[in-house]
Nanobody, 116 residues
């Protein structure tokens, strides 16, 4: 299983970015896909998750600003990030958790930097 994230970069506060993460090597129709982030000197934290049925969950800090979505046909999860703040600066990693086994798969992170 391989996860390839893309879409990070440098943006000014108030701007937007869209992250993508494509999964390959397995079927992800019954899995939970998500995004996590880790800022310098801080622990990794959940950003958002989405089930195969489309149910979503967000960290309070991003509610109303970020939107997670997925395309099961493309095995891809997206994170639309709007109204970005400097505190959103972090390495963002995508995750896929197999419902049947509980196994987590992680992709390499993509850096998001929000300047003030």
């Amino acid at each position: 299983v391989q996860l390839q994230a893309s879409g990070g970069g440098l943006v000014q506060a108030g701007g937007s970015l869209r992250l993508s993460c494509a999964a390959s090597g397995s079927s992800f129709s019954r899995n939970i896909m998500g995004w996590y982030r880790q800022a310098p000197g801080k622990q990794r934290e959940l950003v958002a998750t989405i089930t195969s049925g489309g149910s979503t969950n967000y960290a309070d800090s991003v509610k109303g600003r970020f939107t997670i979505s997925r395309d099961n046909a493309k095995n891809t999860v997206y994170l639309q990030m709007n109204s970005l703040k400097p505190e959103d600066t972090a390495v963002y990693c995508c995750n896929v958790r197999a419902v049947a086994t509980g196994i987590n798969y992680w992709g390499r992170g993509t850096l998001v930097t929000v300047s003030s």
